[in-house]
């Protein structure tokens, strides 16, 4: 890794350069991601001209990968190293975070000093953010779901905060079950119906534009014996932690006895300056920009349990501050 280079000629180590070579690095990486190129990337090796039109910029961006140690010449063709390909496996935290919420943090002085409003004047971009969102649960939350999820039993599956659908769609393969996506942004739920229709499911799952803050705007809860909320209960917890438990008490109401409900959700840090958290303060600098906080995972499950709910188990998936709540509708 290049950055080991300060150590071999005896320079001092300087934590600013390394921000900034994170910086740019997540910023090429979250636009490569965009372009479709980390595909390429990944299955057959890089040209310089797979990387863009402006062969001059092309060039240079794949020579600044090389000097990153992120790829590595092999003939004519850029392949990755065993770090780049680290890098990649994360790739849906970079995207996320570089490519989705990258206006919000360049215009991070607006937010912070009043000038301009989260959501009124500068948003996330909500098709990257349902995109990334869905690669970074890939293999940290996925494998813990379909752990979890194959202990009980379900026939229709209602996804709130569905983003692009594909979590959905894997949960309904799991059971063969029927599916209901709803997202409040266009942009994902465009995504979700190119996902359904391209695995040929538009006759089993449906996905609708809706607030699924708002449960008594969901069409047939009544018929649906799993919930799945994946980092999307903290946006009707933004209300206010009584509306949320109001909201989990209209939730059970409406869903037939014996119904689950499966949450993920990231834990604020838990500020020990012994012990420093990984990207735990970053997600919760990220949702309190847009007005939201976090709860611990007792404060996750106190709420459910005022919400009508029993909690069935927690699982701490493989991602920092992970948690995963299944929770069942009490008699
Ligand atoms: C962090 S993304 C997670 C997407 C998906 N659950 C996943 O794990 O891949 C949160 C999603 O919740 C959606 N969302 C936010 N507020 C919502 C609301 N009130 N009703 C429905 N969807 C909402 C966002 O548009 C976004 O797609």
Redesign the pocket.
């Known amino acids: 890794m290049a950055t080991n280079d300060f150590a071999i000629r005896g320079i001092p180590r300087r934590h600013s350069f390394e921000l900034l070579e994170g910086y740019i690095m997540c910023s090429v990486i979250a636009s490569l991601d965009d372009l479709g190129v980390l595909d390429i990337l990944e299955e057959k090796g890089l040209r310089v001209e797979d990387v863009g039109g402006n062969l001059q910029l092309a060039r240079d961006t794949v020579f600044y990968l090389v000097d990153r140690g992120v790829v590595a010449p092999d003939g004519d063709v850029y392949r990755l190293t065993g770090y780049g390909r680290e890098l990649l496996r994360d790739r849906g935290y970079i995207f996320w975070i570089a490519g989705g919420f990258g206006e919000p943090f360049w215009r991070f002085g607006e937010l912070v000093s009043g000038k301009s409003k989260y959501g009124k004047d500068i948003s996330r971009d909500?098709r990257i953010?349902?995109v990334s969102?869905?690669d970074l649960?890939l293999e940290d939350l996925k494998p813990y779901v379909h752990s979890l999820l194959s202990e009980i039993e379900f026939t229709r599956v209602a996804?709130?905060?569905?983003?692009?659908a594909?979590?959905l769609i894997g949960i309904c393969g799991l059971k063969d079950a029927d599916g209901l996506g709803?997202?409040?942004?266009a942009d994902?739920i465009a995504e979700a119906r190119r996902e359904v229709a391209k695995d040929g499911l538009t006759e089993r799952i449906t996905v609708v534009e809706?607030?699924?803050?708002n449960a008594a705007a969901i069409p047939g809860l009544e018929t649906v014996d799993l919930v799945v909320g994946?980092?999307?209960m903290h946006?009707?917890l933004e209300q206010g932690l009584d509306y949320f438990v109001s909201y989990l008490r209209g939730l059970a109401e409406r869903l037939p006895a014996g119904a689950h409900v499966l949450a993920?959700e990231v834990l604020p840090p838990q500020r020990d300056r012994a012990c420093p958290e990984t990207f735990t303060p970053e997600f919760t600098l990220i949702h309190a920009l847009m007005g939201q906080g976090l709860l611990s995972e007792e404060g996750w499950s106190d709420a459910f349990r005022q919400g009508g709910f029993e909690i069935r188990k927690t699982v701490r998936p493989n991602i920092p501050g992970g948690l995963l709540l299944l929770a069942q509708k009490t008699d």
């Open positions: 909500g953010v349902a969102s869905a649960g996804d709130f905060g569905c983003g692009n594909r979590n709803v997202d409040i942004s994902a809706a607030d699924a803050s994946f980092f999307f946006e009707v993920a």
